[in-house]
């Protein structure tokens, strides 16, 4: 944000950040997850109806008065 904004507020530093893990997944398999886990030697390849990976999101705000 512009210096002379956040001094208006009465704030010496304003900071406000996002950050995203396994936001998107691009593929054309029709099941939960496209990286299902091998388990066993007998099982890999297959999936087994696993829950999918977690989407992460993070926001923060850091103020400084």
Partial sequence: MPKTLINKI??????????GQNIFTFTKYTGFDPEFGIGSATSA??????????R?????VQVDI
């Fill in 10 to 19: 009465g704030l010496e530093k304003l900071r406000v950040y996002m950050s």
């Fill in 45 to 54: 390849g297959v999936d087994g109806g696993t829950y999918p990976q977690s």
């Fill in 56 to 60: 992460i999101f993070l926001m923060g």
